[in-house]
């Protein structure tokens, strides 16, 4: 059936005729906002005054902002849960949807589904949730090392009293990289599960009938082929973890901590912005973050640099 | 076309009509005008949003034609969403509720209407109000800027019975702060619980004594730095001593340990708002009914723990603000509205003249029957205000991190204020 | 059960098993653990050792639940919301997507750079900008500023973009063109089809993001009836007088329908959907 004249576009009006909504949007939604924060780094304001109180002050924020130590602090916070809660996620979820992948059948719906369940979890819940988990003398996560320590073998390797999680600089950080794991190791469990949909099985087959065993099938086929999923799901833990706000703002009550270890520079800018009222220097430090993120974003697509053609 | 009547008779009988029929409509109009409905709308948070609620029959019986709407949101959701209304001057709230913490920093802004001036004229209700709760509403350049609805009137709830089993007695508690640690000494040794529930408690509580006049807690008025001076010293020399002789229970506040460590008994003492009996008793630690008194904090300090202010945006719509205005007086100078808040939602009136209530002379069951609101009573009228600084939301943070890390590291304490000093001076003129 | 031995080889093969059976009960125990406070009274939750099994406070938190917020109200927005926003976001970003990924313009990188650069700012900063596009639309109060604007989302359109790179080849595309089938013939037909494991996977992750999502509500939200649920949760929380039991039973109803929605997609994304097309 031909589609009536005036629907029938040429290649090369096509890209634009499909972008224009989303772009529409993006104009109006996405770009005002950023040209809004754009502008407000150079500005000294504090919201409460109203609009009008706004004063021009250059790059006097930028300045404060490269001087301030809890800025640097936060930045050094930011890369460590970054890698900590980011790596271990990756290295787990590609063997575990490879495993689930072609060791489950029925089952395998359930068995992604309690994986994802955490990703669907609201933050409010979550709250609740881990800071009784996390407890010192009663959470169930210290429970769980007692016992694990009465195990002949293993006390060695336990610590000897409880761990305050929750109140001691050193153990804020930990604590958030388990919970940011636990948020989302599912999720790209689920993302690489889909790409893995995507490689023929004939391809196996034929490996499997040259002789290769299980391992080499997956370091020769599949890894290569995941190539573009991880590299998606890469540059996506990057940015978020750069960006990591909710598990740190749920444990340390929005504040970052003691000493400020769970303190990760978008808390620190929501606590620049909505506690000490000072939204140009929080403009200023998310344009300073921006640039960061975006810089470890190009760097992650080099390194990755994905197939221009879609063969598999 | 027409013929027009040209008798001069029917002309006026037409516009005698037309007349009878203007007249109609306007007085139709004023009528409608005077009956229309106007909307107050009231921006809280719980749990000062039922407060409002269950004014809102007496409201009706002063001006029956307008409503109330009460728009609430989770506490700080609430101030962001307020926040970002003030920055835009735009979906305003006729009557904003503000809690003292986020008072300050709206205070200095000017987003908000001076009370003090023609129409509202708050200055000549002053003494009506407790003192510091009107100096807190009271901004640097003069401006009162909110009413005070309710305090919170600081106070040592501690557990009688522990007190006994270690003969300790509540003056000895209450003598000084040095015989405050020295009872915790005691207690800890006969009973195993632990004097407070964390050091920076006391910390929080020490600073706040002896502030000079033109002092305020982290800054004074030209902005310079004042964390090196003695009540800081002696505050966090206080607190060490209390960490090293293991007498805190190492919790912050709302936690579930902090909330396990009253239900067994624990904490023995707890510096706090004179609500926290009520929450106690309701679900805290129900089980502990009886054996908690209260006292008046140690060494004859007074401090505040939260207080709600009503206050009306400057950019809100002008034909309301008198009705905003009455709304405000309702609930902070009527003396029915204010009792009913102090039963129902243990909200401490800041309105001195129902301090005489006989509700403050009724025991109360949970505190052994102790007629605590007497001394609480006391408490609110001594209390001095505190000025704000736009940085004491950073101060504080520096300052509770440098105790951290005196009390969990062992840092010396002159290098740990030196270091805070550094840190307020670079942000003080922000 | 056939010998499977997992990536390494050397653990046996179950082991593996008991592994991922392991990782499931530390996924689970959390979630679990809201259904067990959900049906507690606050003073009980607070408590510890917290409680493990079941109580009997479930129809009381429910009642205090639906007295402090309208909950099913709220419940029914969040639906709709959700479900707005899914349908517009897939739309959007898969034709998106696939613009930017098969075909050349001018200023295609600058644009991609551009919505890529959305992402890369935290969404809290954009709160009063925000708040002034919509007071100036006079979209406060009204659900679709929050379904609209979500539709053009960096994240779609990136997702998009990745698959339409990897599982559909130029030749495919040419081919269909040489055949006489029209553009958007192409796109409806084609690559639509093609796309169903991506449309899946953002179909979800959309409607949990807007979902769970609360700076958007608080933005433009103001009367409590039109709250969506996470907001609505967040209203029960009060500095001192946090109903813990309601909340609980709220937050562990809210996810009910999150987990219907991935067991109704999960069939799309897993069961496999073979690239036959291809061939």
């Known amino acids: 059936m031909k589609l009536p004249a005036i629907l029938r576009l040429s290649p090369k009006a096509v890209p634009y005729v499909l972008l224009s909504p989303f772009v529409f949007l993006f104009l109006v939604f996405g770009l005002f906002p950023l040209l809004f924060s754009l502008y407000l780094a150079f500005q000294s304001w504090e919201p409460t005054s109203g609009l009008n109180s706004m004063s021009f002050v250059g790059f006097d924020n930028f300045v404060f902002a490269l001087k301030d130590e809890w800025f640097w602090k936060s930045l050094k916070n930011t890369g460590w849960l970054a890698l900590a809660a980011g790596v271990p996620q990756h290295l787990i979820a590609i063997p575990l949807a490879y495993f689930i992948h072609t060791s489950f059948r029925r089952l395998r719906n359930t068995v992604v589904g309690v994986y994802f369940m955490p990703y669907i979890t609201s933050s409010v819940a979550i709250a609740i949730l881990f800071s009784s988990l996390f407890s010192t003398d009663f959470g169930l996560i210290n429970i769980g090392i007692k016992t694990l320590s009465a195990i002949p073998g293993m006390a060695s390797l336990m610590p000897a009293s409880p761990i305050d999680w929750m109140n001691d600089a050193d153990n804020i950080k930990p604590a958030i990289a388990v919970l940011v794991f636990w948020r989302y190791v599912g999720f790209n469990v689920v993302l690489y599960l889909a790409a893995l949909q995507t490689i023929p099985d004939d391809i196996y087959e034929a490996a499997t009938m040259d002789g290769a065993s299980r391992v080499q099938k997956f370091l020769y086929i599949t890894l290569p082929s995941l190539k573009p999923m991880i590299f998606f799901a890469v540059t996506l833990s990057v940015i978020g973890g750069l960006q990591l706000f909710e598990e740190p703002f749920i444990l340390t009550g929005g504040r970052g901590g003691s000493d400020q270890a769970g303190m990760t520079t978008a808390i620190y800018l929501y606590r620049m912005a909505f506690d000490f009222n000072d939204f140009g220097a929080a403009s200023a430090m998310s344009w300073l973050l921006f640039i960061v993120i975006a810089a470890l974003t190009l760097i992650t697509n080099r390194a990755f640099r994905p197939r221009s053609s879609a063969s598999t | 076309m027409l013929l027009e009547p040209t008798t001069t008779t029917k002309t006026k009988t037409i516009k005698t009509e037309a007349k009878r029929v203007i007249y109609g409509l306007l007085l139709w109009g004023v009528a409608q005008g005077a009956l229309a409905q106007h909307t107050l709308t009231v921006a809280a948070y719980p749990a000062v949003d039922e407060i409002v609620k269950s004014a809102i029959p007496a409201w009706k019986k002063l001006h029956p034609t307008v409503d ?35 008072l300050g920093r709206f205070a200095q802004g000017g987003g908000l209407e001076d009370l003090s001036r023609p129409p509202y004229d708050i200055k000549r209700f002053q003494t009506r109000f407790v003192p510091y709760a009107y100096q807190q509403a009271t901004n640097r350049r003069g401006a009162v800027v909110a009413a005070p609805a309710d305090i919170g009137p600081g106070t040592l709830l501690y557990r009688a019975d522990i007190l006994a089993k270690a003969g300790v007695s509540e003056a000895e508690l209450t003598q000084s702060w040095d015989g405050y640690v020295a009872a915790g000494a005691k207690i800890k040794l006969a009973t195993g619980a632990n004097l407070l529930s964390h050091a920076r408690d006391m910390k929080d509580i020490v600073i706040r004594s002896g502030i000079l006049p033109g002092e305020g807690l982290y800054f004074d008025n030209q902005s310079n730095v004042l964390v090196t001076s003695p009540r800081f010293v002696r505050a966090f020399e206080l607190a060490r001593r209390v960490r090293q002789q293991k007498l805190d229970a190492r919790v912050g506040t709302w936690t579930a340990d902090w909330n396990e460590g009253f239900k067994r008994g624990t904490i023995a003492t707890q510096m706090t708002g004179a609500w926290l009996a009520g929450h106690l008793n309701t679900w ?72 005489d209530d006989s509700f403050f002379e009724q025991p109360i069951a949970f505190l052994g029957g102790q007629t605590a609101r007497l001394g609480w009573r006391t408490a609110a009228k001594r209390i001095t205000a505190v000025d704000v600084h736009k940085q004491d939301a950073f101060a504080e943070e520096v300052i509770n991190t440098e105790l951290d890390k005196v009390l969990d590291r062992g840092k010396d304490i002159t290098i740990a204020l030196a270091d805070a000093q550094r840190l307020l001076q670079q942000r003080a003129n922000r | 059960m056939t010998n499977q031995p997992t990536k390494s080889g050397i653990i046996a093969p179950w082991t593996a098993y008991l592994i991922v059976a392991a990782g499931m009960f530390i996924m689970l125990a959390p979630f679990y653990f809201m259904f067990v406070f959900a049906t507690h009274s606050r003073t009980e939750i607070f408590s510890l050792p917290p409680p493990l099994f079941f109580g009997n406070d479930f129809i009381n938190n429910l009642k205090i639940l639906t007295e402090r917020v309208p909950f099913w109200r709220n419940l029914g927005w969040s639906v709709y919301v959700a479900l707005a926003s ?185 069961s496999g959907l073979t690239t036959g097309a291809v061939k």
């Open chain 2, 68 to 102: 109330i709407k009460v728009v609430s949101r989770q506490f700080v959701d609430h101030h962001t969403a307020m926040t970002t209304a003030l920055s835009t001057s735009a979906y305003l709230p006729d009557v904003m509720v503000l809690e003292v913490g986020y």
């Open chain 2, 284 to 355: 805290l630690a129900p089980n502990t009914k009886g054996s908690w008194r209260a006292a008046q904090l140690p060494e004859g300090a007074f401090a505040a723990y939260g207080g709600t202010f009503y206050s009306i945006p400057r950019g809100a719509a002008p034909e309301r603000k008198q009705l905003a205005w009455e709304f405000i007086q309702l609930m902070t100078m009527n003396r029915e509205i204010q009792v009913s808040a102090f039963k129902a939602q243990d909200a401490f009136p800041a309105l001195l003249e129902i301090y």
């Open chain 3, 86 to 270: 899914t349908v517009l976001t897939l739309l959007f970003c898969s034709m998106g997507g696939y613009a930017f990924a098969l075909f050349d313009f001018r200023g295609k990188n600058l644009l991609f750079a551009l919505v890529m650069g959305t992402m890369l700012l935290p969404s809290f900063m954009n709160i009063i900008p925000t708040f002034m596009i919509m007071d100036a639309l006079g979209w406060i109060d009204q659900p679709k500023a929050l379904y609209i604007p979500g539709a053009a989302s960096a994240f779609g359109i990136f997702l998009m973009r990745q698959f339409v790179t990897t599982s559909i080849p130029k030749e495919l595309i040419e081919a269909a063109r040489m055949d006489g089938c029209s553009e958007l013939g192409i796109y409806g037909r084609i690559v639509l089809p093609l796309l169903k494991p991506a449309l899946g996977t953002l179909a979800l992750i959309t409607f949990i993001s807007s979902w769970n999502n609360f700076i958007g509500p608080l933005i433009v939200m103001r009367s409590p009836e039109m709250y969506t649920l996470p907001l609505a949760l967040r209203s029960l929380q009060s500095p001192v007088d946090t109903e813990w039991g309601a909340l609980m039973a709220g937050a562990a109803i809210a996810t009910l329908p999150l987990v219907l929605l991935f067991v109704m997609t999960s069939r799309q994304l897993i």
